[in-house]
């Protein structure tokens, strides 16, 4: 079994910092795109930070100069470092994957996890 499995998620007042993780465990062969999402209430979920396999990175808009996205290739995690947090930061983080993976054949798909709450209030 395959799957992604997100911590770091919680209450933080504005102007304060929260580190996501999310690791990716089961029969895994490569990994390239890892990324974050967020779904605020009643809205799409965006993308928010990007990171290839060679290390090129993308981030929305709104969080550039605040949040930064790093992996851990050894560890099969990427993580996200969220400063700055502002009330409209707040949303279920998702982190995703696109793996080539062997269950038990080979094939390549992209993965979810589970998602974190972050919750940004004072």
């Known amino acids: 079994q395959v799957q992604l499995v997100e911590s770091g998620g919680g209450l933080v007042q504005p102007g304060g910092s929260l580190r996501l993780a999310c690791a990716a465990s089961?029969?895994?062969?490569?990994?390239?795109?890892m990324g974050w999402y967020r779904q605020a209430p009643g809205k799409q979920r965006d993308l928010v930070a990007q990171?290839?396999?060679?290390?090129?990175?993308n981030y929305a808009d709104s969080v550039k100069g605040r949040f930064t996205i790093s992996r851990d290739n050894a560890k099969n995690t990427v993580y996200l470092q969220m400063s700055s947090l502002k009330p409209e930061d707040t949303a279920v983080y998702y982190c995703?994957?696109?793996?080539?993976?062997?269950?038990?054949?080979?094939?390549?798909?992209?993965?979810w996890g589970q998602g974190t709450q972050v919750t940004v209030s004072s």
């Open positions: 089961g029969r895994i062969v490569s990994i390239y795109d």
């Open positions: 990171i290839t396999s060679a290390g090129i990175i």
């Open positions: 995703n994957a696109d793996m080539l993976v062997t269950i038990p054949y080979s094939f390549r798909s992209v993965y």
